[in-house]
């Protein structure tokens, strides 16, 4: 049984200069940067459990169609709480589209258990996870770090998936997006 993440991976050379980031956060926090996990990325839905993955393939490549290739804007540093630190996304309209399209197929399966916070989400790359134990110490440092505008193109999605219990994620399927 596996869980699955819809995501945007971040490419080059704007992923080396996120990698950096984390690593300056890191430094603060003493916690290990995302990218350990899974390499800078964009998250469209939350991790997916219980749904069949050929149908998840379908669904994604039936959005992903129906869009064309755009960017995303970081630019800053933003604090979920006390326990994540990302980077918020400036979206276009297509981006947008897409997020809701992907959320639509995928949360009218009947099988989809649907998670209290469904609905309460931005677009965002991770830089930090796990802080709340330091956050009150290292977010006065960390918030001073300057982020150089970026803006990095929207070329395709991808699928990853690990299983529900340890293991690590691994991409199982990319959708380019149309020109």
């Known amino acids: 049984m596996y869980k699955h993440l819809v995501l945007f991976p971040v490419p080059n050379p704007f992923c080396g200069q996120i990698c950096k980031i ?9 916690i290990n940067p995302p990218y350990v996990k899974l390499p800078p990325h964009m998250t469209f839905h939350r ?13 994604i490549a039936s959005a992903t169609l129906q869009v064309r290739q755009t960017r995303i804007t970081v630019s800053s540093l933003f604090p979920f709480g006390k326990h994540y630190i ?3 996304e400036q979206s276009t309209r297509t981006v947008a589209a897409l997020w809701n399209a992907l959320n639509d197929l995928v949360s ?3 099988e989809y258990e649907h998670g209290e916070y ?3 989400n931005a677009l965002h790359i991770t830089v930090a996870e796990k802080t709340t134990p330091v956050f009150d110490r ?14 990095i193109p ?3 999605i991808a699928l990853c998936r690990k ?6 994620w691994v991409k199982v399927a990319s959708f380019p997006i149309p020109e």
């Not at 290292?138 to 803006?151: C, G, Q, S």
């Not at 299983?163 to 690590?168: F, H």
């Open 22 to 30: 984390e690593d300056r956060i890191a430094h603060e926090t003493g």
């Open 47 to 59: 991790p997916i459990a219980g749904l069949n993955e050929r149908t998840l393939v379908n669904l």
């Open 86 to 88: 990302v980077m918020p």
């Open 108 to 110: 009218r399966l009947p």
């Open 118 to 120: 469904d609905g309460d």
């Open 138 to 151: 290292v977010w006065p440092t960390v918030r001073k770090i300057e982020i150089e505008p970026m803006t």
């Open 154 to 156: 929207l070329r395709e």
């Open 163 to 168: 299983p529900i219990e340890g293991g690590r």
